[in-house]
C-alpha cells in the first residue's frame, strides 16, 4: 500500500539521469573512428612529410635517386638499368629499374629493391613472410598488352645525361629520361603531357635493420612508424619494417584528373591538400567496408582501381599504378605559370599527383591517348575488358536482405507477373543458408530450393546467392572441415589459422591466392556438392574486402599470412577479385559440357574485376544526396574501365519515400547493373507494393530499361570489345568542350545518343540539361527539341517523366513487346528510332546473341552497322562469320524490324505514303507504308514505317 | 468419362451466349463477346476509336494501327499499350493524347475441352506455353524460337473438373457449416441476453443487500467513536520527548537514504552511458538479434515518460529538514520540553504539525514512507506485523461484511456491463463470428508457427524454444480492399472480409506488429498463407466458412443454389 508512493519518488530521481543520458543523438555517419586518416597511417604521413619537405625546400630540393647511365641497356622495347638511391647517411642503394615500351603504346615502368630480390635481408620476429617485393599482382590483374613495341628505338641525338625512346603508333611518342636525378618526361608529338618524379617525390624505402638506438636520432628521420603501428587496439607486427613506394606524377596543363575508384565524390577529383572545396586527406585506396559511408569524401571504400585519366580540351592521358597494397593519392593543382604551355588545348593548370602505397614495388604503367576511347582501350588491353554478360544480367535484379522462404520468393515472382512488370533476378541475401554456412540451404525456411528455381525458370528468370570468403568455424560444416584439413585458409602472423569474427560468428578465410584453394572452391559449387542448386543460380560475393568485424579497420591484420609467404599488406586490394576469379572459374563449367557465362556481383574489386563480374557501390542510404552520388561514382567506375556498376536502388540503409523511390527507379535504369536492394530493417518496397501514382511511374521506368535492352546489349558488347565505358560523362563524348569537363550528372548510353539526366533532388520538376554541341536533341517521348550549343536547356521533369534526350544522327534499337522477363523477348521485332544530324544522317550499331554461351567467340552472333545516308536506311554486316554463325541466324530468321520511326524527317515526306524495301537474297523489293505525322509547336513531326519486316540479321536497304 | 463430357458442355453454354452471331470464323484470339466487331470484311474500325478505320487486313498482321490495340486480339503487337509502358508520341501516332483505353482484355484461348480464357497479350507468343490459362497452347501459335506448345486441354480440363466437383461439394459443406456457426452464434447470443436478465436481478438483490450492511457499520462505528473518546491522554513533554528521539531517527533515516539515493543514481549515470555508448556505437548491419534487443530495450527504457526530475526546491527542502534542530531551524524541542502540562489536550500533539511549515509535513511524511519502505527493502528495518491501529472487531467484522456486498454488486455491474457491450459489439453479418471467437487455428511455416484465434490474437511461435511473440490483439472487423486479377489479367479491387489485430510486440526500428486477416470462404477454418507485407505489418489468408455467401435466411434453410 504505502509502498507505491516511495517507488514513484524514485522513478523522480532516476528518470532525471535518464534524461540526461538520452541527449546524445545516433548519427547517421561513418565511424571515422574505424578508419585511418593520412595522419595515422605512417607511411602516409612519411609520404605527405616528403612531399611537404621537397615543397618547402622549393628550386633546392633535389630528388635523391639517379640512374646509373653505365648500367643502361636497352634491348626489344625495354631500357633496363640501375637506379641509385643516396641515404641519409650517404649510403648507395641499388633499385633495378625496367622502363618496357609496349606495342599498345603504353610506356611501363618498374623499380624494385636489389637486396630483397636476391633476399639479402632480415625479417624480424622470426617471421616466415617473403622477402621479396611483392611482384605478383599482374598475374592476378593483366591479360596481356605487354607486347615489346617493334618499332621503339632509343632516339640517338639525346643530350648526355639522358636517354631518349621513341615508341608508340607511328613513333609519336617520345620517353625523355633524366639520369640525374632521375626524371622521366612522356611526350605526344613533342609536347610533354605525363612527368614522373618531377616534383622529386619518388620514394623507395629500402629494407634496414632495426637499429636500438638511444638518445638522438642520427639520421633525422622519423622512425616512429618503421616498426611497429598500433590503430584501434590492434597492433601491425611489420615484420619487414618500413617499405613504401612512392612517386609522383604531373600532368602539365590539365586541369582535370578522373578515376581511381572507389570513392562516393565527385567525377572531377578534388585537390587533397585542404583549402575551400578540397579535402585534407589523399584519395586512399585500401578495400575496406565502411558501415555507413560519407559522400563528397576521399574515404576508402570496397573497392580500388588505381587507374587515373587526366583531360585537357582535346587531349586525354593516364596512369595506372600498379600495386595491390593500401595506396594513397594526393592531388594538387597549380598555376602552370612558371612553365608556360603556348600549345593549343592546355589550360593553364597542371594537376600534380602523388602516389604512394605501403609495400611491394613500384610499377606504373603510362598511357598517351589521345583520346579517351583510345585510353580505355589501351588500358583494356592490359586488365582486360568488361565481360559480355549473360542477358539476363542487364536487365532489372530484385533484391532484399532477406527473401525469408522459397514460398516468399516465389510470391514475389507471381506479384511481379501479377503486376505486368518485367524482371529477370531474384537475389537470396545470407539468411538463405543454414546457421550463414554457405553452400547450404535453412532447412526451415527454404526446405525446396530446387522447386523455387524451377519456378523461376518457368519465365526464364534467374537466382543469384549470396557465397562469401570467410567460412563459419564449425566442426560439423563439411566446407569449414575441408577448408582446414587441406590447409587452404589464411594464416595469422604466427601461421596459424586466422579467426576472425564476420557473419557467421567465429569464422576462417579461404586463401584463393592458392591454387589448391582454386581447385577446392571450384568443387564446391558443382550441382552434387552446393546440393539443392540449379543451373539458373548464380553467386553473389560478398564481404572480399575480406570483411572482419573485429579486425583493424574492419579488415584483416595487415601481418596475417597468405599463399606463398605474402603477408596481407602484399595483397589486400587484389584479395577481393582472388575469390572472384575463383567463382568465376567455378561457374564457367558447373557440370562437364554445360560451359556459360558466369555471373557474378563483387562488392570488392581491384582493376581486372571486368572481366569476371560487376560491382555495386556497397551499402548505401534512402537519402537524395546517396541518389546523386550514385551517377558519378557509377560514371567513374565506367571510366576505371570496370563500367558494369551500379547502385542499390532504393538505398540500402532506412526506406525511401515514394517520391525518392520512384527517382531512384528513373535514375537506376541508367546503372548498367540494375538492382533494387534493401536492409532487412526496412519496409518492403518491391515495385508493386508501392502505391499509386508512384507503381506506374516505377513500373514505366523498368519497361522503359527493357525496350531499350537491345542498345544497352550493343554498348556492353562495345565494351567488352574495346573498354568504352557503358554509360559515359560528358567529357568523354566531347572532349573539346572544357565547358563540360565536371559534369557528372547527365550520362549517355554507349554511342546511342541517348543522354540522361536523372532528377536527383527533391520537388524538383524541371532540370537542366547540358548540351555541348550544336545538333538538334529530341526529347525521347514528345520529341520537342533542343538546340544550341555549350549552354543548359531547361527540360520539364514532373514525376513521371525521365529527363532523357536523343541526339541528331542515330538509330536507336529497342523492343517495344513488354515480356515477362527479358528473356522471352528473344523472338520479338525490333524498331528502330532515327534522329537525323545536320546533314541529314543517321547511324548505329546492333549487337545480338544467344545472351548466355560462348558461342559468339565462334561466330554466334549478329552485329548490324544501320546506316542514314542519301534518304536511304541501311543494314550492313559488322560480324566476322565464325562455325556457329549460320546456326544462329538460322535461329534468328523469324526475327524482324516490325516498325521504323524517323523523328523529325525532310518535309518532303509529308507526301509520301511509302518506302521500297530490299532485302539481300529477295528476288524483288517490296513496299511498306509510310505516314507522316505533323506536330505543333516546339515538337518534331515524326514519320513511321509499317512493318518492314526485314530480318534483323540479314543485309537490307530502306528507300525513303 | 461421359459424365465429365456433359459437364463440358455445359460450362461451354454458359459462355458461348454470343456464338450465334459468330458465323464467319472470328480472328485469332478474338472471344466470343467481341465477335460482332470482325464482321466486315474492307475496313476495321477500332473499337474504342471508331473513328479511326484500317483496311482489315490490318487485323492481326502483328503490327499495332488501332490506338485502342483491338486490330491485334491475336498477337502480342499492341501489348505496350499500357499505362506501365513509357509510351512515346509515336507508339500511338497521331493519337497520343487521347485517352488509353484498350478494347480488349486479352487474347481469347477456346481451350476445347475445358474452360475458355483470356490470356494477357503480352504472353503471347513469347516462347512460354502458358498452360494455366491457355491449355489448347494457342497462344503460342507463331512457335517462336520452335516453340511447340500441345493442346493439354483434355487432362487440364479433367483435372479441373474434378478439382471442380470437389469444390462444389466442398461449398456445399461450407455452407452447411455456416448455418451451423449461425445457429450456434444465435444461440450465444440469446445465451447472453438471458444471462444479463439473470444477473440483472442478482444486481437488484444485492443492491438492496448493500444497503443494509451500510446501515449496520454506522450503528457499530457511531457505538465505537464514544469508545475512542474515552482514551486516556499523555503529556505535551514526554511526548516531545519521544517525538525528538523520533525525527531525530528519521533524521538520520534522510541522510542516510540521500547517501544511497547519490551512490545509486552515481551507478545509474554509469550504466546508461555505457548504454548509449553502446547503442551510437554498435553496427545494425551486423544484424546480432542479442545486440539489437538489448539497443530497442535501452530506447524504449530512454524513451518512457519521465517525471520532473530531482528539482532544486526539493533538494533544499530537504537541506532544511536534515538540519539539526533548533531556534532558527525544524522544532525547538526546549520549548516543547519545558512546556507545562497546561494545555494538555491530546488534540495538541496532532497540531504539532502545524508548527512545521506544510511542505515539510507533506515532505517528511513522504519520506519516512519512503525511506522506511526502502529500508525494509534491503532488510535494514523488519517490516510492520500488521497494522496496529486498533478498531475493534465489530466494526471491522461489519466493514468487512460490507466491503465484500459490495465487490460482489461491482462484479455483477461489471459483468453485466461486459455483457452488454458484447451483445453491442460487432460480430460480423448475423453475428456470425460470435461463433468463432476464441478458436485457434495455426500453420506451420518454416521456423516459425502462426497461430490465429479468431477475435482474439495472432501470434508467432518459435519452433526452436517454442517463444511467443504477439502479432496483434483483435480490434475489429473490417471490409478491405485486395487487388485480384481478373480472368483477363487486369488488377481489380475485390472487398473482403478481414479482421484486424494489433498492438502486438513493437518491432526492432518499426511499429508494433499488426496482422490483417483476410478471410475467404472455405469448408474449414484454415490458415492459408501469412505474409508480411511492410516491416512488420502481416497479412493472413484464412479461410472459414463463416464468410461463405448465403444462408443467413434460416427461414429457407434447404435452398442449395450450388
Known amino acids: ?960 | 468419362m461421359r459424365l465429365s463430357q456433359s459437364l463440358f458442355l455445359l460450362t461451354v453454354a454458359g459462355s458461348s451466349a454470343h456464338a450465334s452471331s459468330d458465323k464467319a470464323a472470328r480472328p485469332r484470339g478474338v472471344g466470343p463477346e467481341f465477335a460482332k466487331f470482325y464482321q466486315e470484311t474492307n475496313t476495321f474500325t477500332c473499337i474504342s476509336n471508331p473513328a479511326v478505320k484500317i483496311p482489315f487486313s490490318a487485323v492481326n498482321d502483328d503490327f499495332c494501327d488501332c490506338p485502342d490495340g483491338s486490330d491485334e486480339p491475336g498477337t502480342a503487337a499492341c501489348s505496350h499499350l499500357s499505362q506501365n509502358s513509357p509510351l512515346t508520341v509515336a507508339d500511338r501516332p497521331g493519337h497520343s493524347e487521347m485517352e488509353l483505353t484498350l478494347a480488349l482484355p486479352g487474347f481469347y484461348c477456346k481451350n476445347k475441352g475445358h474452360r475458355p480464357s483470356y490470356v494477357p497479350f503480352q504472353r503471347v507468343n513469347d516462347g512460354i506455353c502458358d498452360y494455366e490459362l491457355c491449355c489448347d497452347g494457342s497462344d503460342e501459335w507463331a512457335r517462336v524460337g520452335g516453340t511447340k506448345c500441345e493442346d493439354r486441354c483434355k487432362e487440364i480440363g479433367k483435372k479441373w473438373r474434378k478439382e471442380e466437383e470437389q469444390r462444389q461439394k466442398s461449398m456445399t459443406a461450407a455452407l452447411k457449416k455456416k448455418k451451423e456457426l449461425l445457429v450456434e452464434a444465435r444461440r450465444q447470443q440469446a445465451d447472453i441476453q438471458k444471462n444479463i436478465a439473470q444477473l440483472q436481478s442478482e444486481i437488484k438483490e444485492a443492491d438492496l443487500k448493500v444497503a443494509g450492511l451500510e446501515a449496520a457499520l454506522k450503528v457499530v462505528e457511531e457505538q465505537e467513536r464514544k469508545v475512542v473518546r474515552t482514551k486516556g491522554k499523555g503529556k505535551v513533554n514526554a511526548l516531545a520527548g519521544v517525538a525528538k528521539a523520533r525525527v531525530q531517527e528519521l533524521r538520520e533515516g534522510v541522510l542516510e537514504l540521500r547517501q544511497q539515493r547519490d551512490d545509486t543514481l552515481e551507478r545509474m549515470k554509469e550504466l546508461e552511458e555505457i548504454l548509449s555508448k553502446f547503442k551510437i556505437e554498435y553496427n545494425p548491419n551486423f544484424n546480432d538479434e542479442g545486440v539489437k534487443r538489448a539497443v530497442r530495450s535501452w530506447e524504449d527504457y530512454a524513451a518512457r515518460e519521465l517525471g520532473d526530475g530531482i528539482s532544486e526546491d526539493k533538494e533544499r527542502d530537504l537541506e532544511e529538514i536534515v538540519k539539526v534542530d533548533g531556534k532558527d531551524s525544524g522544532v525547538d524541542w526546549e520549548h516543547w520540553e519545558n512546556e507545562d502540562d497546561g494545555c494538555a489536550e491530546s488534540d495538541l500533539v496532532y497540531k504539532l504539525a502545524a508548527y512545521f511549515p506544510p511542505s515539510l509535513v507533506q515532505f517528511i511524511e513522504d519520506k519516512v514512507l519512503s525511506a522506511r519502505s526502502f529500508l525494509e527493502d534491503n532488510g535494514i528495518l523488519a517490516k510492520p506485523n500488521s497494522d496496529s491501529s486498533s478498531e475493534s472487531k465489530a466494526v471491522t467484522d461489519a466493514r468487512d461484511a460490507l466491503k465484500s456486498a459490495e465487490d460482489s454488486l461491482n462484479r455483477l455491474n461489471n459483468k453485466v456491463n461486459d455483457q452488454q457491450s458484447d451483445l453491442e459489439k460487432d460480430y460480423g453479418s448475423s453475428g456470425i463470428f460470435r461463433a468463432l471467437k476464441g478458436q485457434c487455428i495455426e500453420k506451420d511455416a518454416g521456423e516459425y508457427k502462426y497461430e490465429h484465434c479468431f477475435l482474439d490474437s495472432t501470434k508467432q511461435i518459435q519452433k526452436k524454444g517454442g517463444s511467443n511473440m504477439s502479432m496483434g490483439k483483435f480490434t475489429q472487423i473490417s471490409i478491405t480492399t485486395v487487388e485480384e486479377l481478373s480472368e483477363t489479367g487486369d488488377v481489380i479491387n475485390i472487398e473482403k472480409v478481414a479482421l484486424e489485430y494489433e498492438r502486438g510486440q513493437s518491432c526492432w526500428n518499426g511499429p508494433n506488429r499488426s496482422t490483417k486477416v483476410i478471410l475467404e470462404c472455405g469448408e474449414q477454418n484454415e490458415i492459408l498463407k501469412i505474409a508480411e507485407d511492410e516491416k512488420c505489418v502481416y497479412s493472413m489468408l484464412v479461410t472459414t466458412p463463416a464468410v461463405c455467401p448465403g444462408g443467413e435466411d434460416e427461414a429457407a434453410p434447404s435452398k442449395d443454389e450450388l
Request: hydrophobic fraction near 35%.
Open chain 1, 1 to 960: 500500500m504505502a509502498g507505491s508512493r516511495p517507488v514513484s519518488a524514485w522513478t523522480l530521481f532516476l528518470s532525471l539521469l535518464v534524461l540526461i543520458g538520452c541527449i546524445v543523438v545516433p548519427g547517421l555517419t561513418v565511424k571515422h573512428e574505424n578508419f585511418k586518416t593520412c595522419a595515422q597511417s605512417g607511411f602516409c604521413k612519411r609520404n605527405r612529410a616528403l612531399a611537404d619537405d621537397a615543397s618547402a625546400q622549393g628550386t633546392s630540393w633535389s630528388s635523391p635517386y639517379e640512374l646509373d647511365s653505365s648500367t643502361l641497356q636497352f634491348k626489344d622495347g625495354q631500357l633496363t638499368g640501375i637506379l641509385i638511391k643516396t641515404t641519409t647517411a650517404n649510403e648507395k642503394l641499388r633499385l633495378p629499374i625496367t622502363v618496357s615500351f609496349l606495342e599498345s603504346g603504353s610506356a611501363r615502368v618498374i623499380v624494385d629493391e636489389e637486396k630483397r630480390m636476391k633476399g639479402d635481408i632480415e625479417i624480424r620476429h622470426n617471421s616466415k613472410v617473403n622477402k621479396k617485393r611483392y611482384d605478383e599482382t599482374e598475374k592476378w590483374v593483366l591479360m596481356g598488352g605487354l607486347e615489346a613495341s617493334k618499332s621503339a628505338a632509343l632516339n640517338a641525338e639525346a643530350e648526355a645525361g639522358f636517354t631518349k625512346v621513341q615508341y608508340g603508333p607511328g613513333d609519336k611518342f617520345q620517353a625523355i629520361i633524366r639520369h640525374a636525378p632521375f626524371e622521366v618526361e612522356f611526350q605526344r608529338d613533342g609536347q610533354t603531357h605525363v612527368q614522373l618524379n618531377h616534383q622529386g617525390l619518388l620514394n623507395m624505402e629500402h629494407w634496414r635493420p632495426k637499429v636500438d638506438k638511444e638518445g638522438d636520432n642520427d639520421s633525422g628521420e622519423d622512425e616512429s612508424t618503421w616498426w611497429e603501428e598500433s590503430f584501434g587496439g590492434n597492433t601491425d607486427s611489420k615484420p619487414r619494417g618500413p617499405e613504401s613506394v612512392g612517386i609522383d606524377v604531373t600532368f602539365p596543363g590539365y586541369s582535370h584528373v578522373f578515376g581511381i575508384p572507389e570513392h562516393a565524390d565527385s567525377l572531377s577529383l578534388r585537390e587533397t591538400r585542404g583549402g575551400p572545396g578540397n579535402h585534407e586527406n589523399p584519395y586512399r585506396m585500401y578495400n575496406s567496408d565502411v558501415f555507413e559511408y560519407e559522400l563528397n569524401s576521399p574515404m576508402t571504400l570496397y573497392g580500388a582501381i588505381p587507374f587515373m585519366q587526366a583531360h585537357r580540351k582535346n587531349s586525354t592521358v593516364g596512369v595506372f599504378w600498379l600495386n595491390a597494397a593500401e595506396t594513397w593519392v594526393d592531388i594538387v593543382k597549380k598555376p602552370a605559370s612558371s612553365n608556360p604551355l603556348s600549345l593549343s588545348g592546355s589550360s593553364k593548370t597542371n594537376t600534380q599527383t602523388h602516389w604512394f602505397s605501403e609495400a611491394g614495388r613500384i610499377d606504373l604503367f603510362v598511357f598517351l591517348g589521345p583520346s579517351p576511347q583510345e585510353i580505355s582501350k589501351t588500358y583494356g588491353q592490359l586488365t582486360g575488358y568488361t565481360q559480355l554478360p549473360q542477358h539476363f544480367a542487364i536487365a532489372y535484379h530484385q533484391c532484399r536482405w532477406n527473401y525469408i522462404t522459397d514460398e516468399d520468393v516465389k510470391d514475389v515472382d507471381a506479384k511481379f507477373d501479377k503486376y505486368q512488370i518485367p524482371y529477370d533476378v531474384i537475389w537470396l541475401d545470407l539468411d538463405y543458408t543454414d546457421d550463414r554456412k554457405y553452400f547450404t540451404w535453412d532447412p526451415l525456411t527454404f526446405p525446396n530450393p530446387k522447386g523455387m528455381q524451377e519456378k523461376l525458370d518457368e519465365s526464364e528468370r534467374k537466382l543469384v546467392v549470396l557465397i562469401d570468403p570467410h567460412i563459419k568455424n564449425k566442426d560439423d560444416y563439411y566446407v569449414s572441415k575441408e577448408l582446414n584439413s587441406k590447409g587452404l585458409a589464411v594464416q595469422n602472423k604466427d601461421g596459424d589459422v586466422y579467426d576472425g569474427w564476420c557473419w557467421p560468428g567465429s569464422s576462417h578465410w579461404v586463401d584463393c591466392f592458392n591454387p589448391a584453394a582454386f581447385t577446392w572452391w571450384n568443387s564446391l559449387h558443382k550441382y552434387d556438392k552446393f546440393q539443392g542448386s540449379l543451373s539458373n543460380l548464380f553467386i553473389w560475393n560478398d564481404m572480399n574486402e575480406p570483411s572482419v568485424f573485429n579486425g583493424p579497420e574492419t579488415t584483416m591484420p595487415k601481418d596475417n599470412i597468405h599463399y606463398g609467404d605474402w603477408e596481407h599488406r602484399d595483397i589486400h586490394n587484389v584479395n577481393g577479385i582472388t575469390l572472384v576469379n575463383a567463382t568465376y572459374q567455378a561457374l564457367l563449367e558447373r557440370k562437364k559440357g554445360e560451359v556459360r557465362r558466369p555471373f557474378i556481383l563483387t562488392r570488392s574489386y581491384y582493376a581486372g574485376a571486368q572481366r569476371m563480374s560487376a560491382m555495386w557501390t556497397g551499402d548505401n542510404q534512402a537519402t537524395w544526396d546517396h541518389l546523386a552520388i550514385s551517377l558519378p561514382m557509377v560514371l567513374t567506375n565506367g571510366i576505371a574501365g570496370f563500367p558494369f556498376a551500379g547502385a542499390d536502388v532504393g538505398g540500402f540503409f532506412h526506406n525511401p519515400d515514394k517520391e525518392l523511390l520512384s527517382r531512384w527507379y528513373q535514375a537506376g535504369i541508367w546503372y548498367p547493373f540494375f538492382r533494387a536492394h534493401a536492409h532487412i530493417d526496412t519496409r518492403r518496397r518491391e515495385p508493386y507494393l508501392i502505391s499509386e501514382p508512384h507503381r506506374t511511374i516505377i513500373s514505366q521506368a523498368i519497361r522503359l530499361r527493357y525496350q531499350l535492352l537491345p542498345a544497352w546489349y550493343t554498348a556492353f558488347h562495345e565494351a567488352s570489345i574495346n573498354g568504352t565505358p557503358i554509360v559515359r560523362p560528358q567529357y568523354y563524348e566531347f572532349p573539346d568542350d572544357e565547358e563540360g569537363f565536371a559534369i557528372d550528372d547527365q550520362l549517355y548510353l554507349g554511342n546511342t545518343g541517348l543522354l540522361a539526366k536523372p532528377v536527383v533532388t527533391e520537388n524538383t520538376f524541371t532540370t537542366d540539361i547540358y548540351i555541348s554541341d550544336g545538333e538538334k536533341y529530341y526529347d525521347y517521348f514528345d520529341y520537342t527539341v533542343y538546340q544550341g550549343a555549350g549552354k543548359k536547356h531547361t527540360v520539364p521533369a514532373p514525376e513521371d517523366k525521365i529527363p532523357l534526350l536523343i541526339q541528331g544522327g542515330h538509330v536507336i534499337p529497342r523492343r517495344d513487346r513488354p515480356r515477362r522477363s527479358s528473356a522471352l523477348m528473344r523472338w520479338d521485332p525490333y524498331t528502330l528510332i532515327l534522329t537525323l544530324n545536320k546533314n541529314g544522317e543517321a547511324d548505329g550499331t546492333l549487337y545480338v546473341d544467344d545472351g548466355e554461351t560462348f558461342d559468339y567467340e565462334r561466330g554466334g552472333y549478329i552485329h548490324r552497322q544501320f546506316q542514314f545516308r542519301d534518304s536511304i536506311l541501311s543494314s550492313e554486316d559488322l560480324g566476322t562469320k565464325g562455325p556457329k554463325t549460320a546456326e544462329y541466324l538460322k535461329t534468328m530468321a523469324g526475327v524482324t524490324v516490325e516498325r521504323v520511326v524517323v523523328v523529325d524527317p525532310p518535309k518532303a515526306w509529308k507526301d509520301k505514303s511509302t518506302v521500297t524495301v530490299i532485302e539481300d537474297g529477295a528476288k524483288t523489293a517490296s513496299t511498306s507504308s509510310l505516314e507522316y505525322f505533323e506536330q505543333q509547336g516546339s515538337k518534331a513531326s515524326y514519320a513511321v514505317v509499317k512493318s518492314p519486316n526485314v530480318g534483323i540479321g540479314k543485309s537490307w536497304r530502306i528507300e525513303f
